[in-house]
């Protein structure tokens, strides 16, 4: 998981609370990994449309195929195809828990979700790429409640900001979507447009 951060050169919060300590690699070594990272090179156009798809795509946990149909299903929608695509990516019910602080990583967050930990609007979906819509209220099962690293990814959320489009009642370990999200509240870097160039080729 780190190589994959050390390649983007940038934090994709693959490690959950290790991104946040002195251990993280990108701090130590902030250079793509293998022997030729610290060799300086020009980067194509392709190149770095490429780079930027991979960046996103390893930061939600996407396979190339899951990914590509997010795109097309983004590209039929009203709108900037760009901001569909991270709207659309951002809805997944894995990221919503990471969002929420259920999970320390969207990888910790895919798995409660894949083990029938999180419900939506009280049933249990096991599904992480189900999306959510606004008025969804994602929880945590009651049965589920106990689990240890559970408990210390809420008590850790302070360290994340939960965005304004979820409203977060963490003494009852549930969320609520309450609307769309906005492109201005992801503050990790991404340039959407540079993937809708490289998929318009």
């Not at 910790?108 to 894949?114: F, G, I, L, S, T």
């Amino acid at each position: 998981m780190c190589r994959l951060c050390r390649r983007e050169v940038q934090k994709l919060y693959l490690k959950g609370d290790r991104c946040f300590s002195d251990k993280c690699a990108v701090e130590r070594r902030a250079f793509p990994p293998g022997q030729h990272g610290q060799r300086r090179s020009k980067t194509s156009d392709y190149g770095l449309q490429l780079r930027e798809k991979q960046k996103v795509r390893r930061m939600y946990g996407l396979a190339e195929g899951q990914f590509k149909l997010t795109y097309k299903r983004a590209a039929r929608m009203h709108g900037v195809t760009g901001h569909n695509l991270l709207m659309l990516l951002e809805l997944r019910l894995d990221n919503v828990a990471y969002r929420l602080g259920f999970a320390g990583s969207r990888a910790q967050a895919r798995h409660w979700v894949r083990h029938g930990h999180i419900t939506i609007n009280g049933a249990r979906v096991n599904i992480p790429s189900a999306r959510v819509k606004p008025g969804d209220v994602v929880a945590v099962k009651d049965g589920s409640r106990e689990i240890a690293q559970l408990k210390q990814s809420l008590e850790a959320v302070a360290r994340r900001t939960v965005p304004g489009w979820l409203e977060l009642e963490a003494d009852k370990f549930r969320g609520t979507v309450k609307a769309l999200p906005n492109r201005e509240e992801l503050t990790i870097p991404m340039q959407e447009q540079l993937i809708v160039e490289l998929y318009s080729r």
